[in-house]
């Protein structure tokens, strides 16, 4: 069989490509076929030590260089990730199974627009004077150091950037694992910065399972952890991230509400809802998979909304007007089914969807249960695959306390009218991140993040280089010391 996508090695490292055959092999499936398309290799202790000694050795000079000076690289290598969109968005539809009609406008241009808001506040990190009558203070906002990365597979350019960006800018070094799931992506982004002349070692891409991401993040040369992924592994990481002391940022699950009020333009909050189910085939961290319909509207949005699913696109991913791909693996599949399974045996109504779709590949059909209470496993627990939930309400009061109904608190939306009540009801809604009248939008300017178990920090916006910067302060006394002894 052709190995499509085959890197020349599994790591890069210091500016190279390297191989240590010893590591456990990955195997690197395209989710639409089935079929192998490339074959990697866990890091072994010698690659997770070569990242981190090359890492911490480029930072010095790296945070010597003027900010203008680290931002220019980094929007040098945003422009070559835009020249070759197309061919950085075929490699995530191969990694991730995401068709092309997703993967070029929102994978390697989001990554972009990372690298390039980043490498423009670059030269703007600053501290603060402070005076103190004859005496005065100022502060420096400085880089933590050595950073690790940890990504997640629905997104593998984007968290790469999400992450990378923002590091390189204030002066650190980086090393990313990516998700076992999807370990072809990074390794581009790591190519291009070093192409844009961001000096060997700034930015180590090697691969591995969770022991690796476990290695790294326990070793004390690392100042600062990033990771996204699932609550679960969040507060392992965080834990052995707290015994060092070390800064993290955790981008976390969810089980995001999406409430729709009676006065909602109904064909506005079924195309949100569709963007908060059904996009990247619903392996989106931030979905509003439980979405809350006042009963006035409720067989009106299920019946138009189960017409409009049945117009999506599903198959080859590769075919620019496919809408709607396959899950990224056999297993996530198979973990969604198991959902869709006790969402019918617990008593849900199925309204659309609900099967396997036969073939090649891992596909699923967009699913809908409708008749969900607030005590079923699929209202309570993270799915990520195209499975959502309707549930009928009454009134606002009712539907805040029944959306805070949960550990998470990553997204939160609200379709209505009534800009007052819209403004009351994401007031209330225990979210790191909300949105009026849409869904799922993340631009770079914008913070990132949730609250509750879905984590601590934000990616993205200027939040961002407070998360991945620290403050020193230095006290300065004009006159002599006043000192009792
Ligand atoms: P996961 O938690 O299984 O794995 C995430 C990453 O952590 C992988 O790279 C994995 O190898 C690594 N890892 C696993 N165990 C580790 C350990 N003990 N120490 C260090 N690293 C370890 O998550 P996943 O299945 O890859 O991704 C899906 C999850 O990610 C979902 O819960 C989704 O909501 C979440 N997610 C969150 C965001 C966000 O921004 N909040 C974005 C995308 C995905």
């Known amino acids: 069989m052709t190995l499509k996508c085959q890197p020349k090695a599994s790591h890069f490292i210091d500016g190279e490509y390297i191989e240590d055959t010893d590591g456990k ?3 690197c499936i395209y989710p639409a076929t089935g079929e192998k398309i490339a074959e990697l290799h866990s890091a072994t202790p010698k690659i997770v030590e070569m990242a981190l000694k090359s890492a911490k ?28 969109n197309r061919e950085l968005s075929i490699l995530e539809t191969y990694d991730t199974g995401k068709p092309l009609q997703e993967t070029l406008y929102v994978d390697a241009t989001s990554g972009a627009d990372a690298l390039e808001y980043f490498g423009g506040l670059a030269g703007s990190i600053t501290g603060e004077h402070i005076p103190l009558g004859d005496d ?4 420096k906002r400085i880089p933590i150091g050595l950073c690790v990365g940890i990504g997640a597979w629905n ?4 968290i790469a950037c999400w992450k990378g960006a923002p590091a390189l800018a204030c002066g650190n070094s980086m090393v990313f694992k990516p998700s076992e799931m999807t370990p072809l992506c990074a390794l581009k982004v790591a190519e291009i910065l070093l192409e844009a002349g961001a000096p060997k070692g700034i930015f180590n891409v090697i691969q591995g399972y969770g022991d690796v991401g476990a290695a790294l993040v326990s070793d004390n040369r690392v100042g600062k952890v990033s990771l996204t992924g699932s609550a679960e592994t969040g507060k392992k990481v965080y834990a052995s991230a707290a015994s060092g002391m070390k800064h993290v940022t955790m981008e976390l699950g969810g089980k995001s509400p999406l409430i729709i009020f009676d006065d909602a333009d109904v064909e506005n909050a079924i195309g949100g809802a569709m963007l908060a189910n059904m996009y990247s085939t619903g ?17 009106v949005f299920l019946k138009r909304f189960a017409e409009r699913v049945a117009k999506i696109k599903i198959g080859d991913p590769m075919d620019e007007k496919t809408q709607f791909g396959p899950m990224v693996s056999e297993k996530q599949r198979s973990i969604v089914m198991d959902y869709i399974q006790k969402g019918k045996a617990e008593g849900a109504k199925l309204i659309c969807g609900g099967n396997i779709i036969d073939g090649d590949g891992w596909f699923i059909e967009p699913t809908v249960f409708s008749e969900v209470t607030d005590e079923m496993t699929i209202a309570k627990e993270e799915i990520f695959g195209p499975v959502m939930s ?6 606002e009061h009712e539907v805040i306390t029944r959306a805070n109904n949960t550990d ?5 939306g609200v379709f209505t009218k009534d800009i007052q009540r819209a403004h009351r009801v994401v007031d209330e809604l225990e979210a790191g991140t909300c949105f009026i009248n849409s869904y799922n939008d993340a631009p770079v300017e914008v913070p990132f993040g949730g609250v509750k178990d879905s984590g601590v920090g934000r990616e993205n916006s200027k939040a961002a280089i407070e998360h991945f910067s620290q403050l020193k302060t230095v006290y300065v006394r004009m006159g002599n010391v006043d000192s009792p002894y």
Do not use: H, M
């Open 136 to 139: 005065w203070a100022y502060t």
């Open 57 to 84: 050795l480029a930072q010095r000079s790296w945070s010597k260089l003027s900010g203008t000076d680290r931002g220019r690289i980094l929007r040098k290598a945003s422009d070559i990730i835009r020249e070759r």
């Open 155 to 158: 997104y593998p350019t984007q």
């Open 390 to 395: 309707v549930f009928e309400f009454e009134d």
């Open 25 to 27: 092999i990955i195997e």
């Open 283 to 299: 392996q989106v961290c931030s979905n509003g998979t439980r979405v809350f319909v006042q009963s006035g509207i409720k067989e």
């Open 408 to 412: 998470l608190g990553l997204a939160g």
